[in-house]
């Protein structure tokens, strides 16, 4: 097998999309995100992407094996299509981030799909209640029509800027003319964050203009609850770790 190797599942014919991007980071909050849309929306497994760079191993469900890729699905929301990007695994080297980046491009530039929007996480180091959503844009066009839907753009935040795929869809994506975005909610970093992604998905229900119903991820988050409090507990009286651990990767 090549370093990349893009299967082609299904071809469609999607009306002006855009594409989403969510792989496991902090807090799980992008995969969630773009897991949450794929389950609950009308969805279909257009392209497997499988690299070398991926870790050696395969998933089993049922008994049945499939080799570490990531999936783009064509998503049909009410009047908008979306390319959504999901998948276990990150790169786990240099290399692998900038190709797969590229050929994920070259999939945004095939369906003509922007514009781009990766999903993640900021970690504040500490649990909180309120979800503020952080941005980074490619445009100040772009910056100043999500600041419209809450997103907020601070100097310097994410601290040490965004690392891994959602990072360089922006900056690799710029190269390209393509107009790209990254969402963030915050989350504390410490645990996956279905409250987090929710407050993503809101922003990007505005900004996109569709609807899903967030039922079961707010089920989710009432699992999380216990966890949270057990958490809050141990923290009572305890110094918080180092935040150079914290910093964003997505």
């Known amino acids: 097998m090549d370093d990349f190797d893009i299967e082609h599942v299904a071809e469609v014919d999607l009306q002006d999309p855009?594409?989403?991007?969510?792989?496991?980071?902090?807090?799980?909050?992008?995969?969630l995100a773009a897991e949450h849309l794929?389950?609950?929306?009308?969805s279909e497994l257009v392209r497997r992407v499988y690299s070398t760079h991926f870790p050696p191993q395969v998933s089993v469900e049922d008994g049945v094996t499939q080799?570490?890729?990531?999936?783009?699905?064509?998503?049909?929301?009410?009047?908008?299509?979306?390319?959504v990007l999901t998948g276990d695994h990150q790169a786990q080297d240099t290399v692998g981030h900038y190709g797969?980046?590229?050929?994920?491009?070259?999939?945004v530039e095939t369906f003509d799909a922007e514009p781009v929007y990766a999903l993640g996480g900021v970690p504040t180091g500490e649990l909180i209640e309120e979800y503020d959503v952080i941005g980074a844009t490619t445009t100040e066009d772009q910056r100043e029509r999500l600041s419209e839907f809450g997103v907020e753009f601070r100097d310097n935040e994410p601290e040490g800027g965004i690392v891994g795929?959602?990072?360089l869809?922006?900056?690799?994506?710029?190269?390209?003319?393509?107009?790209?975005?990254?969402?963030?909610?915050?989350?504390?970093?410490?645990?996956?964050?279905?409250?987090?992604?929710?407050?993503v998905l809101e922003v990007l229900e505005s900004?996109?203009?569709?609807?899903?119903?967030?039922?079961?991820?707010?089920?989710?988050?009432?699992?999380?609850?216990?966890?949270?409090?057990?958490?809050?507990?141990?923290e009572q009286g305890s110094p918080t770790g180092s935040d150079e651990d914290l910093r964003y990767i997505g």
């Open 207 to 234: 900004a996109i203009g569709f609807e899903v119903d967030f039922e079961s991820l707010e089920d989710r988050a009432d699992e999380m609850e216990d966890v949270v409090r057990k958490i809050q507990e141990m």
């Open 18 to 31: 855009v594409f989403v991007e969510g792989l496991p980071g902090v807090g799980h909050v992008g995969k």
């Open 165 to 167: 795929i959602s990072g």
């Open 100 to 107: 797969l980046t590229n050929n994920l491009l070259d999939i």
């Open 38 to 42: 794929v389950e609950e929306l009308e």
């Open 67 to 83: 080799l570490a890729c990531a999936e783009v699905h064509a998503v049909y929301a009410e009047d908008t299509d979306l390319l």
């Open 169 to 199: 869809l922006l900056g690799l994506g710029e190269r390209r003319d393509i107009e790209a975005a990254c969402i963030m909610g915050q989350t504390s970093g410490y645990l996956v964050d279905p409250k987090s992604a929710k407050a």
